[in-house]
């Protein structure tokens, strides 16, 4: 028998799913004992070089409101032709293309390795992909011709059949035509007015259709032409579209003496929305919203033009002086509702030194699956190669996105889901799986992802039905399916099916093997995901409460010890890293917005609720890598014992990646002895460190910061900000402690917070 470590491992390698327990409790008061819920994360697009799509369409259940998909799981009678479906029992005959099948000869989806598999299915006129650029005017020169020149380079990535449409805005908004040769046409909004999809529609000329086909069904690709001329084919007009780029100029509107120039996003998404809605519903396409400042005139802006008037802090929106926040809020989540529906991703690429509105925007990206990236010029290699990125391709050459995808839920009749959080909306399917208790989006089956990349991953909770009395009996196994509908790069529609099951397990005798079966790691990152939605409603320190009081609760169900003895206390192997990741994601700036503008705290959150498991741990507990003369380079504990001045050290927090020189190293640094000879060691140690961090940079999307810092140098806050405080001011003098660095904090360190930990756990009043 393989160990849980390579079993989960195994799991995640095959189907991209990582369950908080890998054995199930069969009643719901002992799930409800176990603390953390039965739960996974759940990658649907995880790349697999090895599981070519099949080219035949998925065979299902035919009760009407089941409609499982057939897997390894079914049982099947190869003589009679009948599958039993393994979630609802019902008896279904093969369809004829199946005559031949036989245990010798069995159809992919029936073999045990094939529990994730993907259908290419035919029916139905592929649609092209739609990338449509909303560009802001309003940015200093340099930074806008940078932008003019990664919009260019993009347009050579795309695929020649992409349709792609301009829209540029400052104080007024003009949609770009982009068919007509030799002129330069475009149809201007005013920025102040709010227009309905119906308005932007009959202004564009979009309501007469060219056939007499009903407007509202997509289209199909051949008669698109002459009805939209704000979309048009990479290929038509890839010349007047980098001549009309190369052309763009800054917004005319003279910006007075301390003013912010006048910026009309909200309307300019809105007729981005409009378009697309009356054009291409329910087809792959993608908003690119380039702001270089926060929206200041019109529906949805965020602060006024007056720069005397700071945008708002954290102070401002506990003190409820933030008075255009929740009218832009709700003004975006309606355009980003309405854009989900119809299947639109936003992407915000927003660059500006100060805050430029994410706070309020945040949703058109969270609930449409499209990219937030943060930085502080369009004119820095982060934004440039961030930005060309987002059209890298797969090992097939196909783009890393896909496009409209709709998630489904199947459980066997033990369990319900709770819901999911991720970059998804609900699509409010009721039926007998779907729980009365919500986490996260709940109340549905289904959720519609409208952009997904191979790495976006979901967090999906579910409940156990049976109640203490009628547990599930032994010897049985839950099974749940993951069924995914999307629209390929390549425009193909695609249905991807994981089924995956577990062993029910009875929580009285057997609670050593549940304990066993603990992963831990996910588990830190799906209560954290908890944590961070909860953190969007409630008040920062609620949420620090009730991560607590999940952890001590923990601790008493599996901790052995002593009543009253904290010394006695004891945590098994698979539960002994998950409280110092409750430690550190309590300090991350996910839970704390303390030093961090309300736009960073949403970027942050942005990305912890979308990236896979490995990301996410990096994202709560960063890595720390030493480099000296006393070794090969190796992972430290993320410590202030670990500063030593004769170490370089790599930190990876997802988001900045920190190369810190100790004082010894930084000093021969600073002395030139890397440029002499003789000192050719010290010169590859310097270099060891900067190779590490090129490769990490080569593949992270969206690129980390790059911070070079030394011992004394005030970026080396990084890195201080981020380590376990083991050595402060408070007991830097206590006796024989010479190693590390001392921090000045007074956040408590690990071994003070164990210490409380095993106090609260082992205590006899709690």
């Known amino acids: 028998m393989a160990t849980y470590q390579e079993f989960i491992q195994q799991n995640e390698d095959r189907d991209g799913v990582r369950f908080s327990w890998n054995l199930w409790p069969s009643s719901r008061l002992e799930a409800t004992r176990l603390v953390v819920p039965v739960s996974c994360l759940f990658t649907p697009l995880k790349e697999r070089p090895d599981l070519p799509p099949v080219q035949y369409e998925p065979v299902m259940c035919s009760r009407a409101n089941c409609k499982a998909v057939l897997n390894p799981l079914c049982q099947v009678d190869f003589r009679a032709k009948i599958w039993a479906c393994n979630f609802c029992f019902q008896r279904n005959p093969f369809p004829p293309s199946y005559a031949g099948i036989s245990e010798v000869n069995q159809p992919a989806e029936l073999m045990p390795q094939f529990s994730t598999i993907e259908y290419i299915v035919q029916r139905g006129p592929t649609a092209p992909l739609i990338f449509l650029y909303v560009v802001d005017t309003c940015l200093e020169e340099e930074d806008l011709q940078a932008l003019k020149e990664s919009l260019q380079m993009s347009l050579s990535l795309l695929p020649p059949n992409a349709l792609v449409g301009l829209i540029t805005f400052g104080r007024m908004v003009q949609v770009h035509e982009l068919g007509c040769e030799g002129i330069a046409k475009s149809y201007v909004f005013r920025g102040t007015k709010d227009l309905s999809s119906k308005q932007i529609q009959e202004m564009l000329g979009l309501t007469k259709p060219a056939g007499p086909g009903p407007q509202g069904r997509p289209a199909a690709p051949q008669n698109v032409a002459p009805t939209c001329r704000f979309l048009q084919s990479v290929h038509k007009v890839d010349m007047n579209l980098t001549d009309l780029l190369g052309e763009l100029q800054r917004d005319p509107w003279p910006v007075p003496q301390g003013k912010r120039p006048l910026r009309s996003t909200g309307v300019a998404l809105s007729v981005a929305v409009g378009l697309l809605e009356g054009t291409f519903p329910n087809t792959g396409a993608r908003v690119m919203l380039f702001i270089g400042g926060p929206p200041t005139q019109g529906p949805g802006m965020v602060v006024g033009d007056e720069l005397k008037t700071p945008i708002r802090s954290w102070h401002d929106i506990q003190k409820d002086n933030a008075r255009h926040l929740k009218k832009a809020t709700k003004y975006y989540e309606a355009l ?162 994981t089924t995956v099951a577990r062993n029910w397990a009875d929580a009285q005798s057997q609670i050593q093997h549940i304990e066993s079966s603990f992963d831990q790691e996910a588990a830190a990152v799906l209560m954290a995901r908890l944590g961070v939605f909860r953190a969007e409603s409630e008040e920062g320190p609620d949420v620090l409460r009730w991560l607590d009081r999940q952890l001590i609760r923990l601790c008493q169900k599996f901790g052995q010890f002593n009543k009253d003895d904290p010394t006695s206390f004891k945590l098994s192997e698979s539960l002994s890293l998950y409280p110092q990741f409750m430690f550190h994601l309590r300090r991350s700036p996910f839970l704390q917005v303390f030093n961090n503008s309300p736009d960073e705290s949403s970027y942050y959150r942005h990305h912890f609720v979308r990236q896979d498991l490995t990301q996410s741990l990096i994202m709560i507990q960063p890595i720390l890598y030493s480099y000296s003369f006393y070794g090969p380079p190796e992972p430290v504990l993320l410590d202030s014992s670990s500063i ?94 010479e190693t590390g660095a001392p921090i000045l904090t007074d956040d408590v360190s690990l071994q003070v917070f164990m210490d409380h930990l095993k106090k609260l756990a082992v205590s006899s009043s709690a």
């Open 336 to 497: 980003a509702n309405r854009s989900a529906v119809n299947g639109h991703s936003i992407d915000i690429y927003a660059c500006a030194l100060d805050q430029t509105g994410l706070l309020e925007m945040k949703c058109l990206s969270n609930l449409t699956g499209g990219h937030i990236v943060m930085g502080d010029s369009f004119n820095t290699s982060l934004f440039k190669q961030t930005f060309q990125r987002v059209f890298s391709k797969d090992y097939n050459g196909d783009f890393r996105m896909a496009f409209g995808g709709i998630l489904e839920v199947k459980t066997s009749r033990e369990l319900k889901v709770c819901g999911a959080i991720g970059p998804c909306v609900s699509l409010n399917s009721k039926g007998p799986s779907v729980s009365e208790n919500e986490l996260g989006v709940g109340g549905t089956n289904q959720w519609k992802v409208c952009s997904v990349n191979p790495s976006t991953t979901l967090g999906i909770y579910f409940e156990v039905v049976n109640q203490h009395s009628a547990p599930v009996p032994q010897g049985g196994r839950g099974a749940i399916q993951f069924v995914t509908q999307y629209q390929h790069s390549s425009t193909q529609r695609r249905i991807r099916v």
């Open 644 to 737: 030593l001045p004769d170490r370089i050290l790599l930190m990876d927090t997802f988001f900045q990646l920190v190369i810190y020189h100790g004082e010894t190293i930084a000093q021969w640094r600073k002395a030139g002895y890397q440029e002499m000879a003789e000192y050719e060691n010290f010169k590859q140690l310097l270099q060891a460190p900067l190779d590490d961090a090129q490769e990490i940079l080569q593949t992270r999307f969206p690129m980390p910061r790059y911070i070079d810092t030394e011992h004394g140098g005030s970026q080396a806050r990084f890195l201080l900000s981020k380590v376990n405080p083991s050595q402060t001011h408070n007991n830097l003098y206590a006796w024989g402690q």
